[in-house]
């Protein structure tokens, strides 16, 4: 079982900085194995992909967060971050940790595992 905790969401004017956090609750043996993400969704509109992060490391972005945001994870302490940075008002939205052993479910943005959320809100 695998039980995802956001935090570090909050309210921050355009050009601010917010830093993310996931607790994730597992057994270790489990932790090694996870593909990990962090996805959003903004009111009225569909869940869309942030950035993803493979058990070696490895990262991919959306083109609105290259350059921008930061994903990192520290296996040590059993925590996925997102570092977002230079914050626009269209980042405003619910932003989910999510996880799963299978790349290509992660990739096709349906992992097993979800977070309940930490909202973001950028005033412009």
């Known amino acids: 079982q695998v039980r995802l905790v956001e935090s570090g969401g909050g309210s921050v004017q355009a050009g601010g900085s917010l830093r993310l956090s996931c607790a994730i609750y597992?057994?270790?043996?489990?932790?090694?194995?996870?593909?990990m993400g962090w996805f959003r969704q903004a009111p009225g509109k569909e869940r869309e992909e942030v950035a993803i992060i493979d058990y070696d490391d490895g990262t991919r972005y959306a083109r609105f967060a290259q350059d921008r945001f930061t994903i990192s994870r520290d296996s040590a302490e059993s925590t996925l971050f997102l570092q977002m940075n230079s914050l626009k008002y269209e980042d405003t939205a619910m932003y989910y940790c999510?996880?799963?052993?299978?790349?290509?479910?992660?990739?096709?943005?349906?992992?097993?595992?979800w977070g309940q959320g930490t909202q973001v809100t950028v005033s412009s």
């Open positions: 999510a996880a799963d052993t299978h790349r290509e479910s992660i990739l096709h943005g349906r992992p097993r595992h």
């Open positions: 597992t057994d270790t043996e489990y932790l090694v194995n996870l593909y």
